[in-house]
């Protein structure tokens, strides 16, 4: 018979107060939405996905019961009462027969094809790395993890959002394994510190079965009690290996409608490659999301959410199929082998690079494979992702979606979708997949270069994730190559009228006129040197076949650009200042020297042919002001470094 277990809190154990739960709340919820709806069902697939057994398609079952499908009242008590201490500063309220007085909504997280807690149920110490002891890391682990690199989760803290999503702190769950076809089911509630008859007990809490002689709670494995409890919970599952787990008493907020979005846009591109089905059932209706279903159930979804979030339009089903369709990506070289990546013409041959700026300019959709370099603590590996982009119109705006093995990233945007361009990047798996989870928070949303994780594997790697996070516009802005040719046609819609029925002044010629006026174009001197602007930055490098100088020097002064008044003379040190210490903007390059003169200048000179400087992290958000002077050819002062630096 289940029951529940709590220790005893020790006169030396540290008296906390669990907040985990708030890990995976969002503040961009609407009135009445539930604040965790994305992490809910972005933990719950990324925890199927990562045991999955690799036969077939994994399959996951969302079902949100009403409270007339609970079980009846004597076996509500039986489940709850002894949570009632512990629910009281949760001003959860109890009735006569013990269990919580507010309707018991339920939600049922089902999962087929996977390999369901397996491990030694008996185990209470960390196992050597390598042994994949899932009961022991689901069950007896809070903020821990035994997942590996090449899984999706890292933080141990994705079981959270069962509990998160229970107004009363709990949740059930019932595994088959598919080793040795063990069922056991298990529970587990975290809620205060609390007194129960007479002690105070530690707010974690296990149902289980008995416990051993050391005290360790067992797993559930009488056949009468997992029938009922499948039975009274609505499980799906008979027989088949998984894990199913139950969070009671859900808020009213938590609905169908809103699960099937999240599904849609967090894992919308393993769904089309066929590796992903989800049923989500609730509100009198049950949506199934494969890859021959999506498109209708993302129909049946009003999107009217925050851009930000990805909930302002359905996630681009038809230009992913193009995309995975596409016989095939064109590699770049190896980047970033002695610097910081870029993806310049470099990149390509100039052949290659001259045929991917046609497809692009003609509307075509554009796949590269995107290859650099990958520095760790001991040696590297290469990381490579695959980066799609289509021209749209200009009028409407694209979307662009950043994906790591399956998973949307939702905070990731870039500038190219305000011009109609459709872009997605992937990366699977390999050491790029890697670092990235690692610079992941718990609720996976963003690629933080902020974080410390990484620094225990790899090294200089921040620049490579902010180049990975510019990829997209880096592209378009390759593809989309500065105009060198005359439009005469630029101004006619300013000063070209043509009237074909109206009557015509004429100038009389003159008597000495003979011909017309012939008019000397004017003489065009090409700077040596061009600025170009590229995400984030600029850079500065030679222009094609123009001499370069014999002593040539610049003066380059940059600013952010005001609406009125002279922008070098209003700026400030807390705008961004250029140079070599920590906060500041570094510039890197190769075959020239540079000096700084202040903050916001400097000296560029001692060139060789083809130098290039690059200065990358302005605020994206507002306009660069970039000038470049030529200085009278002295000596530079100051301590002059070539822009060679390792990022």
């Known amino acids: 018979m289940g029951q529940w277990v709590f220790d005893e809190l020790r006169a030396t154990a540290v008296r906390r107060q669990p907040n985990e739960t708030e890990l995976f709340k969002t503040e961009q919820t609407g009135e009445g939405e539930y604040a965790g709806n994305d992490a809910l069902v972005r933990e719950v697939l990324q925890n199927s996905?990562?045991?999955?057994?690799?036969?077939?398609?994994?399959?996951?079952r969302l079902a949100i019961h009403e409270a007339v499908e609970a079980p009846v009242p004597v076996r509500l008590g039986h489940y709850f009462r002894r949570l009632r201490e512990p629910l009281q500063k949760r001003q959860v309220n109890y009735n006569s027969h013990d269990y919580p007085v507010e309707p018991c909504r339920f939600l049922v997280c089902e999962d087929f094809a996977t390999k369901g807690l397996e491990g030694n149920t008996l185990l209470f110490q960390d196992p050597p790395t390598g042994h994949p002891e899932y009961f022991y890391w689901f069950w007896r682990n809070i903020g821990r993890s035994g997942k590996t690199g090449v899984e999706l989760g890292r933080w141990g803290l994705g079981k959270t959002v069962y509990r998160a999503a229970s107004r009363v702190g709990c949740m059930f769950g019932l595994t088959v394994r598919s080793s040795d076809r063990r069922e056991l089911l298990m529970g587990q509630a975290v809620s205060q510190i609390h007194r129960h008859e007479g002690k105070e007990f530690v707010p974690e809490g296990f149902w289980c079965s008995t416990q051993a002689a050391d005290g360790l709670p067992l797993p559930i494995e009488q056949a009468e009690e997992l029938a009922a409890f499948r039975r009274e919970w609505k499980l799906t599952r008979r027989q088949e290996p998984g894990l199913s787990v139950v969070a009671p008493y859900i808020p009213a907020e938590i609905k169908a409608e809103r699960l099937v979005q999240a599904v849609a846009v967090h894992f919308f591109t393993r769904i089309v490659r066929g590796e992903l089905i989800v049923e989500v059932a609730g509100d009198g209706k049950t949506i199934t999301?494969?890859?021959?279903?999506?498109?209708?159930?993302?129909?049946?979804?009003?999107?009217?959410?925050?851009?930000?979030?990805?909930?302002?339009?359905?996630?681009p089903?038809?230009?992913?199929?193009?995309?995975?369709?596409?016989?095939?990506?064109?590699?770049?070289?190896?980047?970033?082998?002695?610097?910081?990546?870029?993806l310049s013409e470099a990149a390509f041959s100039a052949e290659t690079l001259t045929q991917l700026r046609r497809q692009f300019s003609a509307g075509e959709l554009v796949g590269v494979c995107v290859r650099f370099w990958l520095p760790k603590k001991v040696g590297g590996e290469q990381g490579a992702c695959d980066v799609f982009v289509q021209r749209g119109l200009e009028t409407e705006r694209g979307d662009t979606y950043y994906v790591r093995?399956?998973?949307?990233?939702?905070?990731?945007?870039?500038?190219?979708?305000?011009?109609?361009?459709?872009?997605?990047?992937?990366?699977?798996?390999?050491?790029?997949?890697?670092l990235?989870?690692?610079?992941?928070?718990?609720?996976?949303?963003?690629?933080?270069?902020?974080?410390?994780?990484?620094?225990?594997?790899?090294?200089?790697?921040?620049?490579?994730?902010?180049?990975?996070?510019?990829?997209?516009?880096?592209?378009?802005?390759?593809?989309?190559?500065?105009?060198?040719?005359?439009?005469?046609?630029l101004l006619s819609d300013f000063f070209s009228v043509e009237l074909p029925k109206g009557s015509q002044r004429k100038r009389s010629s003159g008597e000495d006129a003979t011909e017309s006026p012939k008019f000397e174009p004017p003489v065009v001197t090409p700077k040596w040197y061009r600025v170009t602007d590229r995400a984030g930055g600029f850079t500065v490098s030679r222009t094609p076949n123009v001499l370069l100088p014999e002593k040539g020097n610049l003066l380059l002064s940059v600013a952010y650009d005001l609406p009125r008044g002279d922008p070098l003379k209003n700026w400030s040190k807390f705008d961004f200042s250029l140079g070599e210490q920590s906060g500041e903007l570094k510039p890197t390059g190769r075959g020239l020297k540079v000096t700084r003169v202040q903050g916001n200048q400097l000296l560029l000179h001692d060139f060789q042919a083809n130098f290039t400087l690059a200065i990358d992290g302005f605020d994206r958000h507002r306009d660069l002001y970039v000038r470049i002077d030529e200085p009278p050819n002295d000596e530079p002062q100051g301590d002059a470094k070539p822009a060679e630096t390792q990022a």
């Open 49 to 60: 996905i990562d045991a999955a057994t690799g036969e077939g398609p994994v399959r996951v």
């Open 289 to 315: 999301l494969d890859a021959a279903g999506i498109e209708s159930a993302c129909r049946q979804i009003v999107w009217n959410g925050p851009r930000r979030t990805k909930r302002h339009v359905a996630p």
């Open 317 to 342: 089903i038809s230009f992913a199929r193009k995309c995975f369709h596409l016989p095939r990506l064109t590699p770049t070289e190896v980047l970033g082998k002695d610097r910081l990546p870029e």
């Open 405 to 434: 093995e399956g998973m949307t990233i939702t905070k990731i945007n870039s500038r190219a979708a305000s011009k109609g361009i459709r872009g997605l990047l992937l990366v699977d798996r390999g050491p790029l997949a890697v």
């Open 436 to 489: 990235l989870g690692d610079t992941e928070g718990p609720a996976h949303e963003d690629w933080d270069s902020s974080a410390e994780r990484p620094d225990l594997t790899w090294k200089v790697w921040k620049g490579r994730v902010k180049f990975v996070r510019g990829l997209v516009d880096s592209l378009v802005e390759l593809l989309t190559p500065p105009n060198t040719e005359p439009d005469f046609d």
